[in-house]
């Protein structure tokens, strides 16, 4: 079987995912524009077929959205275009005076290696906070509480970050669905 | 020449591209995804190059949307989305507390005929209401004053509302630019 490709602009995404399932995993960098939707899992879905027709091989896209409750589950998939365009302060102005701050934030993995694909979703669910708050890590991190915690992805150094982490969830459920699978291969009579 | 394809769910759309050439024109529905982007011109001539590579004839597509300048430009060519996850209303408790009310909706119409795609553009300039007012027409019509107006375009009939739209600006412009084109055609030595 052809090597599975992680179709990402980082190459350490290829990185963690041969960690992960340790056996060889390519990267490629393509120019994919992604659907409008507010579900991450509909946008992976749609990158990964689009990948796949591209590569010929199996691949593996990603996608990463934020639910909160008082918006009406937006931003959603389009995250991005709120942080682009207000930032995380922006946000926190539209949440100005709502007392009910729920929120999570989400990881899609997508999985292809033909006309079907396997998704793989990790969520942690926490707070919106009430400004902005930590120096590291990027786009929402300054205002999102993980439940459980006090403090802001933000104020957390990137170490304790990902013991909290979605994407650690959505990856473990593909090493799951990828060691699975690679025991039913051998398995299968020649 | 092949007649033109106006790609869209709404027939009438075909019949009112017919109406301004005086040519006939074809047309057909297809499931294109739109690209995410705030900016209905990306996302106009996405979907443009996307018809015009599934139909191999000149293709007209349009994409409309909304910017609101206190919400730093959003929900730009996303307003679909805002609208379906928290509606017109959501949009105006997002504004709560917002003195700047202006805001501009715009239609953006795609033409393509080859590699390149022509935009023609209609913009609008207006204020978003303080409540929801009329019961004409749709999306955010209902919290949409145009300038010199006093009447969102939901308290006009729509015979009042077409007088007043950013989607006949940009057919005018659409309709310049064929006849011009046609006759450059027919000017062309044999």
Redesign the interface.
Known sequence: MKNITVVTGNPNKAKEIEALIGAAVESASLDI??????SIGE?AR?KALVAYQALGVPVIVDDTGMNITA????P???V???L????PE?ILR?M??SEDRRASVSTCIAYCEGSEVQLFEGTIQGTVSKEIRGGNGFGYDPIFIPDGQSRTYAEMTPQEKNTISMRSIALAKLRDFLVQRSDQVRQRPT
Chains 1, 2 share one sequence.
């Open positions: 524009k992604e659907i409008q939707s507010l946008v749609e918006l009406g589950g937006l959603g998939a389009l991005f275009w709120f682009e365009s207000i930032g922006g539209l100005r005076g």
